[in-house]
């Protein structure tokens, strides 16, 4: 079983910095391609980016692009969130998953929350104006 536990949320004003964190715990993740999403109130868990297990490959949805970068500790068991130049529109709680499938890029279901297995119980960020 993997245990997935994100930190790093906040209050940040527009134009600020965070850095979120997850980390893992129960198994190595190592093998696992890893994902952040993000709901926002009163709509539907989206994906926001996802690297692969090598941190090779990485995936932005067009809104965090240029803005937002993941990476990943495979040492640490852990992945971050990078996120720059915050917008109001990027609050949400953001979410870590986990896919020990080992779904194939190429498959371009990498934006879907059915492909992912574990995923952690949030943080919240709040950007405001």
């Known amino acids: 079983q993997l245990q997935l536990v994100e930190s790093g949320g906040g209050l940040v004003q527009a134009g600020g910095s965070l850095r979120l964190s997850c980390a893992a715990s129960g198994r190595t993740f190592v093998n696992f391609g890893l994902a952040w999403f993000r709901q926002a109130p009163g709509k539907e868990r989206e994906f926001v980016t996802t690297?692969?297990?090598?941190?090779?490959?990485?995936y932005y949805t067009d809104s965090v692009k240029g803005r937002f970068t993941i990476s990943r500790d495979n040492a640490k068991n852990t992945v971050y969130l990078q996120m720059n130049s915050l917008k109001p529109e990027d609050t949400a709680i953001y979410y870590c998953a986990a896919d020990v499938r080992g779904t194939p890029y190429s498959s371009g279901t990498y934006t879907s929350p059915s492909v992912y297995d574990y995923w952690g119980q949030g943080t919240q960020v709040t950007v405001s104006s």
């Open positions: 690297i692969s297990w090598s941190g090779v490959s990485t």
